[in-house]
């Protein structure tokens, strides 16, 4: 059974600095122990530092895969708990990658569409303290995955997640995130997705085109 293993949420703070300045991000996440809201373009107690590049409702929700937080911890070798990547939801049984875009996934009385990748900027390696962090999760292609909300309610930790809709245009996460950070021949079956986040569909358009 796909479950949510843990629901995590942060607020914004200093975790380092750039060129002597600090830097603020509302990466690191904490499990809750209670059922939270998902309302608006986001869980109650969550929030971004930077709503032009992070947050807004096509990342309402971040999901990562404990499968690949496990791959992770070998892969690195040390320990990676649970909303490490900044993830709010911790997923056990579901494939993030595998996703395809415009998936829906309920939680009961939740309902949230998949829609985007997470693309990594130095942040990430801010956190986790080391930075070829940022090339090593491009070069993994273990994005984890943006969701919208379609219909508000609550979560918490140990709810099933039932895909009950999955669109037949197989354009999944992993291959709109190889396209945008490896190989941009992929646009053109990621832009088979009309469900893509509209950002991102604007970004592909011109350099796709660009293929002839």
């Known amino acids: 059974m796909a479950r949510v293993r843990s629901l ?8 380092g600095q750039q060129r002597g300045a600090p830097v603020l991000s509302a990466i690191h996440k904490e499990p809750v122990d209670h059922r939270l809201p998902v309302r608006g373009v986001n869980i109650d107690g969550d929030d971004q530092a930077d709503r032009t590049v992070h947050g807004g409702p096509d990342k309402a929700v971040y999901a990562y895969a404990a499968e690949d937080s496990a791959w992770w911890a070998e892969h690195l070798g040390r320990e990676v ?64 995955v943006y969701l919208r909300i379609l219909e508000e309610g609550d979560i918490g930790a140990g709810d099933e997640v039932e895909v009950v809709d999955r669109p037949d245009h197989g354009v999944t996460i992993g291959v709109v995130s190889d396209a945008i950070l490896k190989d941009i021949t992929l646009g053109r079956a990621a832009l088979r ?14 350099r796709v085109a660009r293929l002839g």
Do not use: Y
């Open 81 to 144: 708990g649970d909303g490490m990547f900044g993830e709010n939801l911790t997923t056990e049984g579901i494939d993030c990658t595998g996703a395809v875009i415009g998936e829906r996934w309920r939680f009961g009385s939740l309902l949230l569409e998949v829609c985007q990748p997470r693309l990594p900027c130095f942040k990430l390696g801010l956190h986790f303290g080391d930075p070829k962090m940022l090339k090593a999760f491009t070069q993994a292609s273990r994005p984890g």
């Open 8 to 15: 995590n949420v942060g607020v914004p703070k200093v975790i």
């Open 193 to 206: 997705a009309p469900q893509l986040a509209e950002n991102l569909i604007e970004w592909l358009e011109p």
